[in-house]
């Protein structure tokens, strides 16, 4: 983070107020365990990297997709709709 890197050159509560961030809020967000939705997307995203290195980086998001449903036997989340 951002506010971490800094932190020793300028202090937190200084970075906050110019970022218009409380304080509170920083921290909240520093110890809070990682979301489900973020845990997902890193477990879905070592997946598709593994799936793409193991065909020799040639594979696209069709054919990882399909590589994925097939050894799986299930289907990847759909994206989210930005509808």
Known sequence: MFIDEKKSEFGVEPICRELQVAPSSYYAAKFRPPS????????????????????????????????????????????????
């Open 36 to 83: 489900k939705r973020s845990v997902s997307d890193a477990v879905t995203a070592a997946r598709i990297h593994a799936v793409h290195k193991d065909n020799f980086g040639v594979y696209g998001a069709r054919k990882v997709h399909a590589c994925n449903s097939a050894a799986t036997g299930t289907r990847w989340p759909a994206a989210p709709s930005n509808a």
